[in-house]
Structure formats: structure tokens, C-alpha cells
């Protein structure tokens, strides 16, 4: 499922609200090549959040 910038998601878990910034790749020694997503959330200015991005299409439901 392709996740787009820009997008809002709420956490099924909280139910806050949360902006995508971009997908980027991990570069980790044992992570790397993995895709992850960089996200925001309102409530936490300033802070940038990264998760798999398949636990992340777990997690989260599209706006």
C-alpha cells in the first residue's frame, strides 16, 4: 500500500492524529533496505516518530 506525504492517520491504539512526512529507507546494519515511515504528531511539536512501515499499516488507519 503506497503511504503518501502528507497524509493523516489516526493510531487505532490512542486515536490521535498524525501527519506523514515521508517514507524513507532504514540504513541500520541489521535493518537495512527496510522501508519505514517518518511521522508527526500534533500533540508533540518539534518530534519526529519512525516505524516499519508494515507495523505502521497495522497500527494506523487512514484519515
Do not use: H
Amino acid at each position: 500500500m503506497e503511504i503518501k506525504e502528507n497524509s493523516y492517520w489516526i493510531n487505532k491504539k490512542n486515536k490521535r492524529r498524525y501527519q506523514v512526512v515521508k517514507e524513507a529507507i532504514d540504513c541500520t546494519n541489521e535493518r537495512d533496505g527496510l522501508s519505514v515511515i517518518v511521522y508527526t504528531c500534533g500533540s508533540a511539536p518539534g518530534k519526529l516518530f519512525v516505524r516499519d512501515k508494515n507495523e505502521f499499516l497495522i497500527k494506523f488507519i487512514p484519515e
